[in-house]
């Protein structure tokens, strides 16, 4: 995993074996101010220490419980259920943008640089992130069963944990207001004592890459690569730090979910929200996409390399051919300027294919 300390937890749902994710783990979570900050101890989860992280995951990464078994495939690679796929569409016009960050505000190991053109063809990418309800189309549709799920546990934000102490099976070293959770699923994205009662318009959580490819395929779409979501999300604007402009709260009007207080003991939550938020409840970028910014991180198809931009195609650029980990997008409602402002259009991470948390989802774009 990153080891980006707010917005990400660093290791998979139970499905990675520890120091599977990025190699420069150790010195993004160094750059990190806030990296090794108290958070156990307020989080309700103090029972669980790191020497039960240390037992979470045995070495060789196998979970506790039952090995998970390879996910089933799809059932009709392009048939879409009654109703299938319910999220509404923007269109985004071909042409030719500059990615990356033109403020030199991202964190140099995240490799938002240099700035440079890129081409693309037209497309529709869903204007939201896909939600509950339609993540349930498809569960029902094909009997899909997460790998949160297979696992018997994910990684939950200590603040929102919904679960018995004894289901706290450990803190994630480095970043200890993530916890893992026996029971944390799609369905129960706080922990088993949870629900998704009236969140059926929020967007699913839980969800690996595959999990988000095994609905893909079950959609008839595809998740977008990295530059389909940042020129996406910017709308057509010229290089704004936000989809809406370059200052966080216009008028002191909150555009996106992210985290106000102090991370990570206090949300004050005076964006309307402590964890995730229905999609759309934020206006739209120049495009129709809501909730780029904030709400939840997003799977995109490309691997994550901090050198890409350096060497990529300015045509349809579609990511370094192999790595261990996947391109994130957007941020999410734990994103907070004191130590994690990537809910910027060009900030980027990444998480290793096979993890879960509370607080990434993705969207998909016409296949
Ligand atoms: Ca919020
Ligand atoms: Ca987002
Ligand atoms: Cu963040």
């Not at 995240?110 to 440079?116: A, K, M, R, S, T």
């Amino acid at each position: 995993m990153t080891g980006h300390p707010c917005c990400a937890p660093a290791r998979a749902a139970g499905a990675e074996p520890p120091g599977a994710g990025r190699p420069d783990a150790g010195a993004s979570d160094a750059g990190a101010p806030d990296a090794g900050a108290p958070g156990a101890g307020a989080s309700g989860a103090g029972a669980a220490g790191a020497g039960s992280a240390a037992r979470a995951v045995p070495p060789g990464g196998e979970p506790r419980g039952r090995a998970p078994a390879p996910p089933p495939p799809p059932r009709s690679g392009r048939a879409r259920g009654p109703g299938g796929h319910p999220i509404a569409q923007a269109h985004v016009p071909g042409g030719r943008f500059l990615m990356g960050d033109a403020f030199g505000e991202g964190y140099p190991a995240d490799g938002e640089l240099p700035v440079h053109p890129v081409r693309l063809d037209a497309f529709t990418i869903d204007a939201t992130p896909v939600t509950n309800d339609a993540f349930a189309a498809f569960a029902a549709a094909t009997g899909h069963v997460t790998e949160a799920e297979r696992a018997g546990h994910s990684a939950v934000f200590a603040l929102h944990l919904s679960a018995q102490p004894e289901d706290v099976l450990a803190v994630f070293p480095g970043t200890p207001w993530w916890v893992d959770v026996r029971g944390a699923d799609w369905r129960h994205p706080h922990g088993p004592l949870g629900s998704l009662d009236g969140r059926g318009d929020h967007p699913v959580v839980q969800v690996t890459r595959a999990d988000a490819e095994a609905y893909c395929a079950w959609a008839g779409r595809r998740l977008p690569t990295e530059a389909e979501w940042e020129y996406a999300a910017r709308g057509g604007a010229a290089s704004l730090r936000y989809p809406w402009g370059d200052e966080l709260t216009p008028g002191g009007e909150h555009r996106c979910n992210i985290w106000q207080g102090t991370f990570p003991v206090e949300n004050t939550e005076e964006d309307g929200w402590s964890a995730t938020s229905p999609v759309g409840a934020f206006p739209a970028g120049g495009y129709g996409l809501h909730d780029t910014a904030g709400n939840v991180w997003e799977w995109c198809a490309d691997w994550f390399d901090p050198g890409y931009y350096a060497r990529s195609p300015e045509y349809d650029p579609r990511g370094p051919r192999t790595g261990t980990v996947a391109v994130t997008r957007g941020g999410s409602y734990l994103c907070h300027d004191s130590y994690c402002n990537r809910y910027r259009t060009a900030a980027r991470s990444g998480n290793t294919p096979h993890s879960a948390a509370a607080n990434c989802g993705f969207r998909t774009v016409t296949a």
